[in-house]
């Protein structure tokens, strides 16, 4: 099973950017599909963004969309979450995912989870 490591989260005031980075221990399939999830207290995981690992297709949550940019390095096995123009209500505990059975914005449906990493949006 691939493990994920999330870098990059902190402290950012409103209207600021973050960027964050998902490492995988091992090159994804271009069927696998790779998400960014997040998670605050008292909510459910809810989806933020992914993309497809083979073609670089891209999908966003409703709450990020204009706002975030999902992107992949096929050479580092990394997706980065480019996330501008961050609001308080993007505070959050933020996930990396992988999804050997391709596109989906359900977290039940997703095989391998980083650790989180703490995003935190103060005004």
């Known amino acids: 099973q691939v493990q994920l490591v999330e870098s990059g989260g902190g402290m950012v005031q409103a209207g600021g950017s973050l960027r964050l980075t998902c490492t995988a221990s091992?090159?994804?399939?271009?069927?696998?599909?790779m998400g960014w999830f997040r998670q605050s207290a008292g909510k459910e995981r809810e989806f933020v963004a992914g993309?497809?690992?083979?073609?670089?297709?891209?999908y966003y949550g409703d709450a990020v969309k204009g706002r975030f940019v999902i992107s992949r390095n096929k050479a580092e096995n990394t997706v980065a979450l480019q996330m501008n123009s961050l609001k308080l209500d993007d505070t959050a505990v933020y996930y990396c995912?992988?999804?050997?059975?391709?596109?989906?914005?359900?977290?039940?449906?997703?095989?391998?989870w980083g650790q989180g990493t703490q995003v935190t949006v103060s005004s």
């Open positions: 091992g090159r994804p399939y271009s069927s696998h599909f």
């Open positions: 993309i497809r690992w083979g073609t670089g297709g891209t």
């Open positions: 995912a992988q999804n050997r059975g391709g596109y989906s914005t359900m977290y039940s449906e997703y095989d391998s």
